[in-house]
């Protein structure tokens, strides 16, 4: 509704559904979309360096044309853009004023100073249509209409504006709810599941186990009493075997809805084939060594290493080479200009057993994959007689799920999968596991006793999950 009083914007919104939906359907070449991107990558590093502080500094050096393509090479070249720069420098990164952004959002500040995050209209605009059309296929396997509970991690965080305005444009139902807020709690957000009739959440995983564990707790069944299909889940790493536990528990489809950031915005989405795409005409993707930041190769079609990412539009705040910190897998499609984008874990949650590197994504991927009917889970790692020992916690649904839970293939999966010991505890876990999108995937789901003393990411989560539980 906004643009129809902006023609400025309507402009703009015209040519992103274009473009997006051009994408979307397979009509564009590698060859052209690889031009375009150049074309707009240079645009950026234009637009930034002209507006805003810190590129002014950081890019000055950087040669490049008054107008024209910058060549991958070149753009190899420029310096990266960090997490600490974010926080070190603030506002300066900024390449618009305050007062031209529509909404400020900014990041958590649990493990560092908070940075701001504005978005303007563009920025809402690129973003948003790449997600409408991505997942109008997929709650239309699940009915024509759907009233839909988005529950965001924080008052100051994009999830509540961004999904409001994309459920809009579907024509589905918006509930925003934070269960974790005083005012509203479990008790009122699962009666409101039921008297409205809520058909999907959008929620971190962590949240739809909460929401479990409440349920169970006042008694409600989940697959009885509340007719949820579908779970779009983001904000924390989830493996494809921990999303078909929870769809078990839900009785719902659930999917990893998108691979996203705050200050990064949206850099993949799910599509109707369950799968992560890259938003490849709104970011520049590279892979790199997270110890050297150079460049790393395809291996049968697949990069892993470090993300980076230089946003193709020119908002509140593009950010040239960004680092996020994260180790992805992107792999490429025959036939498509689409990479399939898989999170494994930050890069400061490597684990290290048996003598080698761990992702996080696959650790929990060989656990699940012998897990069903578990609501939450929990891993201690110690060294005994120079023996890692892995001990998994697990919560099972219920007393039947229970007595399923096969311990000894647990154990033999682990054990074998990454050389350590493993044992397998049942029992009940507290409030920290809710604390992934908050803090990191590692705080929330693992107590690593090697080390002596605990992490600084591990104690903000204990501070986060002590305050919920004393309310």
Not at 16 to 36: F, M, Y
Not at 64 to 71: C, D, E, H, T, V
Not at 438 to 465: F, N, T
Request: aromatic content about 6%.
């Amino acid at each position: 509704m906004f643009t129809l009083f902006r023609p400025e914007l309507e402009a703009i919104a015209r040519e992103a559904i274009t473009e997006q939906r051009q994408l979307h359907k397979g009509g564009w070449s590698a060859g052209d979309l690889h031009a375009l991107q150049m074309e707009r990558a240079a645009e950026t590093i234009r637009y930034v360096r002209a507006n805003s502080a810190f590129y002014r500094d950081r890019l000055s050096d950087v040669g490049l044309a008054p107008a024209g393509p910058i060549s991958a090479q070149e753009l190899a070249a420029v310096p990266f853009t960090t997490k600490d720069d974010l926080r070190a420098d603030l506002f300066d990164v900024m390449s618009q004023p305050i007062d031209k952004a529509w909404v400020f959002y900014e990041t958590t500040g649990t493990t560092g100073r908070a940075t701001p995050c504005p978005r303007d209209e563009r920025d809402s605009i690129v973003n948003n249509t790449a997600l409408t059309l991505a997942y109008e296929e997929i709650f239309a396997q699940h009915g024509e209409r759907h009233v839909v509970a988005v529950m965001g991690p924080t008052e100051l965080h994009s999830t509540g504006d961004t999904f409001g305005d994309v459920l809009r444009n579907l024509g589905h139902t918006v509930v925003k709810m934070w269960p974790h807020s005083p005012v509203v709690g479990f008790p009122r957000a699962l009666a409101l599941l039921e008297q409205l009739g809520v058909t999907a959440l959008v929620c971190t995983p962590g949240m739809a186990i909460s929401l479990a564990k409440a349920a169970r707790a006042a008694g409600v069944d989940l697959k009885s009493r509340l007719g949820i299909r579908l779970i779009l889940t983001l904000g924390e790493l989830t493996s494809p075997a921990m999303l078909e536990n929870l769809g078990d528990l839900w009785s719902a489809s659930v999917y990893n809805c998108m691979y996203a950031s705050q200050e990064a915005s949206i850099m993949a989405a799910c599509h109707a084939d369950g799968q992560l795409h890259t938003v490849p005409l709104n970011n520049y993707f590279e892979v790199v060594d997270p110890e050297t930041g150079q460049a790393v190769d395809a291996v049968n079609g697949v990069r892993e290493g470090e993300l980076v990412v230089t946003h193709l539009y020119q908002g509140a705040k593009p950010l040239v080479r960004y680092r996020t910190g994260d180790m992805v897998r992107l792999s490429a499609q025959d036939g498509s200009v689409h990479e399939v984008l898989q999170p494994i874990g930050r890069v400061r949650d490597a684990l290290h057993l048996g003598g080698r590197r761990v992702t996080a994504f696959d650790l929990e991927q060989a656990l699940f994959t012998h897990i069903r009917g578990v609501i939450d889970y929990f891993l201690f790692i110690d060294e005994v007689d120079g023996q890692d020992l892995v001990t998994v916690n697990l919560e099972p649904a219920d007393e039947a799920a229970g007595l399923r839970i096969d311990r000894e293939a647990i154990r033999r999966a682990v054990a074998g999968t990454f050389g350590v010991r493993c044992e397998v505890v049942l029992g009940s876990m507290d409030a920290i596991t809710s604390t992934g999108a908050m803090v990191s995937w590692k705080a929330a789901r693992i107590h690593d006793r090697r080390a002596g003393e605990p992490e600084p990411e591990r104690l903000a989560a204990l501070a986060i999950a002590t305050g919920r539980d004393a309310r």
